[in-house]
């Protein structure tokens, strides 16, 4: 994750998250599914207009962070990557408490 800024981490951070939470609840049949950048918008409230969330998750599908469908200035059905994934378990043993103190450093 050497090659993120930081606003692109904080965004895989946040989808990782979001996929843990969707694993643990069981609310969804595939928990790493996300339509389109508007289902994820909550997730960071003002902090990014709309564009820029685009432009970020364009810029985390081209680097294979996400896999997904490039669509006309955006990603659609999109999850994170199997290599993120495979990183974010080795680098968080305690799971969302862990992520969530790393996220409190972007506060």
Not at 75 to 102: A, R
């Given at each position: 994750?050497?090659?993120?800024?930081?606003?692109?981490?904080?965004?895989?951070?946040?989808?990782?998250?979001?996929?843990?939470?969707?694993?643990?609840?069981?609310?969804?049949?595939?928990?790493n599914y996300f339509p389109d950048a508007s289902y994820i918008k909550h997730l960071f409230s003002d902090r990014f207009s709309d564009d820029?969330?685009?432009?970020?998750?364009?810029?985390?599908?081209?680097?294979?962070?996400?896999?997904?469908?490039?669509?006309?200035?955006?990603?659609?059905?999109?999850?994170?990557?199997?290599?993120?994934?495979?990183?974010?378990?080795?680098?968080?043993?305690?799971?969302?408490?862990?992520?969530?103190?790393?996220?409190?450093?972007?506060?």
């Amino acid at each position: 994750m050497d090659d993120l800024t930081k606003k692109q981490k904080y965004v895989i951070l946040q989808l990782y998250k979001e996929y843990l939470s969707n694993y643990s609840s069981g609310k969804n049949q595939n928990p790493n599914y996300f339509p389109d950048a508007s289902y994820i918008k909550h997730l960071f409230s003002d902090r990014f207009s709309d564009d820029e969330l685009d432009d970020i998750l364009l810029s985390l599908l081209h680097k294979e962070y996400i896999t997904g469908y490039k669509d006309e200035d955006s990603v659609s059905e999109f999850g994170v990557s199997d290599k993120t994934i495979i990183y974010m378990e080795n680098k968080f043993k305690n799971g969302l408490k862990d992520i969530l103190t790393f996220l409190s450093n972007f506060m």
